[in-house]
């Protein structure tokens, strides 16, 4: 009798090339870089390799690419770095044969965006990418990670990774989201909830009702943030939800008998029912409501209803220093309510937020109002773009006086130009509100795509549940 499988064990196994005292040799199956990855190329080329699997390896323009002036090409960039990085990457992809969804291809994006609406992403692969939130690809029942430009070299010389292996957590959500509940604010509640440390060495999969019922680009905003609280990465089980989003999308398996085939293979992914997990933790859907961040890291969260804590309150020493420290920077005081956050510009984008199904819930609450601060809306591709203005969602942001710009990660790493005054303070549906990561001195509070917008329409927070009801 075969002893139960998580899934994170059955795809890890399958991947394990050599096991050296713990240090595992993995095979990995799509390494995903950017503009930014020069570095992994100067090293190849200083010692003369070249790129061992080209078809493995997918390049992306996006983490410097401006959202504005697009129209001007590559030659209308204004700075000159960004510009000869983009050109470099162009230059790079050419030698090595790689497929660069580039500067002016009619698909270009974010490397988490791309893949799965291209089917690049399929279940059962692992998958290296050059950012820390390649684990958005463990939506569709695979091991993603970030590397670092070392890390990248190897695998794009030799096609494989040395890794220790994680710990497993599972993480299971189950009931029913209330009314205005977004994947981003379940996966806030989960992190306000472990920690920003919770997940540190384990891979976390996510499971229960609440999951199940998630559409598959709610599962990539979860997978996304698995990261934010430590985790090596974040899967959840391939299911018919997983498969209809993937089927007939360019790089996926072709209906007939590689279409068959692969489905044979991926409904063997999910953990089996009696598999171990080194921790679990449950929490219940309906009593997670809209969430925002009044900290520096996206454990400082609270319900919007809520108040921003008092240190003198926190549950140990080390979390009221961070408290305090964080009130500070953030320019907040201890017991006053979420809801007088005044905001001073909204980004709406990110490879966490910035799909077809974000862009709708943004265009939903727009249509409420009239921004009454500067409200940047970046789609994540060229394709969600695309959509977007095929189904209007533009013009109604614009009339409701928001900023429609060209695709990229923008204000999100805020390292293009698209970034924070010192003391300004964003609603942002990205990621990450550690100190200065929208710009010097910005202060970034963390929400869902309909709380941005509501943030837009007023000025400051509001339950975007009492706008829409």
Same mark, same amino acid.
Request: aromatic letters at 6%; proline letters at 5%; glycine letters at 10%.
């Given at each position: ?10 795809? @890890?196994?399958? /991947?394990?090339? $050599? ?17 930014? %990855? ?25 983490? #410097? ?28 992809? *050419? ?32 998958? &290296?990418? *050059?950012?820390?939130?390649? %684990? ?25 990774? @040395? ?21 981003? +604010? ?16 384990? *891979? ?9 019922? =998630? ?9 996304? =943030? ?6 090596? &990465?974040?899967?959840? $089980? ?21 279409? +068959?085939?692969?489905?044979?293979? @991926? ?14 933790? %449950? ?19 609270? $319900? ?23 009130? +500070? #920077? ?9 809801? +007088? ?19 709708? *819930? $943004? ?12 409200? @940047? ?52 549906? %990205? ?13 970034? /509070? ?24």
């Amino acid at each position: 009798m075969t002893t139960p499988r998580t899934m994170f064990d059955k795809i @890890w196994d399958s /991947h394990v090339v $050599a096991d050296e005292e713990g240090e595992i040799l993995l095979y990995v199956d799509r390494a995903l870089i950017h503009e930014g %990855s020069s570095h992994a190329f100067a090293a190849l080329a200083k010692n003369n390799y070249m790129v061992a699997r080209p078809q493995q390896v997918f390049a992306f323009t996006d983490h #410097y690419v401006p959202t504005t002036g697009r129209e001007k090409g590559v030659a209308g960039i204004a700075v000159d770095e960004i510009r000869n990085m983009i050109i470099g990457q162009q230059d790079n992809a *050419a030698k090595h044969g790689i497929q660069l969804f580039g500067f002016d291809d009619p698909r270009q994006g974010i490397l988490h965006i791309v893949p799965p609406e291209q089917g690049i992403t399929q279940p059962g692969l692992l998958i &290296c990418g *050059a950012d820390s939130h390649t %684990s958005t690809h463990g939506a569709f029942g695979c091991i993603a990670f970030g590397i670092g430009a070392s890390d990248m070299t190897h695998v794009m010389a030799t096609q494989a990774t @040395w890794q220790r292996k994680p710990k497993t957590l599972r993480i299971t959500v189950d009931g029913k989201p209330g009314f205005g509940v977004a994947p981003k +604010d379940i996966i806030l509640a989960v992190i306000a909830k472990i920690g920003a440390e919770g997940g540190v060495g384990h *891979a976390i999969e996510y499971a229960g009702s609440a999951f199940c019922t =998630m559409s598959m680009e709610g599962r990539m905003t979860v997978c996304n =943030m698995s990261i934010e609280a430590g985790a090596r &990465c974040g899967m959840i $089980a391939p299911d018919d939800t997983t498969f209809a989003y993937m089927e007939g999308r360019p790089f996926a398996p072709k209906k007939g008998a590689e279409w +068959d085939a692969a489905m044979a293979r @991926w409904k063997l992914l999910p953990s089996d029912a009696d598999a171990k997990f080194d921790r679990e933790v %449950s929490l219940d859907a309906a009593q997670i409501e809209p969430m925002v961040t009044w900290g520096v890291n996206p454990e400082m969260a609270g $319900a919007v209803g809520g108040i921003v804590p008092d240190p003198k309150n926190a549950p140990d020493e080390r979390r009221r220093s961070d408290w305090t420290m964080a009130l +500070d #920077y953030m320019g907040l005081t201890a017991g006053m309510a979420l809801t +007088d956050i005044k905001i001073d510009r909204v980004f709406i984008g990110s490879c966490t937020n910035s799909r077809i199904e974000d862009i709708r *819930a $943004a265009a939903e609450v727009a249509k409420h109002g009239h921004a009454v601060i500067p409200a @940047w809306v970046v789609p994540g591709s060229k394709v969600v773009k695309a959509q977007a203005e095929k189904e209007g969602l533009d013009r109604i942001l614009l009339d409701a006086g928001f900023e429609w710009r060209d695709p990229g990660c923008s204000m999100c790493t805020a390292i293009n130009g698209d970034q924070l005054k010192p003391g300004e303070r964003s609603a942002s549906t %990205s990621n990450r509100n550690f100190r200065n990561r929208q710009g010097p001195g910005g202060r970034t /509070h963390l929400v869902s795509p309909a709380m941005a917008a509501a943030a837009a329409l007023k000025g400051h927070f509001i339950d975007v549940r009492d706008l829409i009801k």
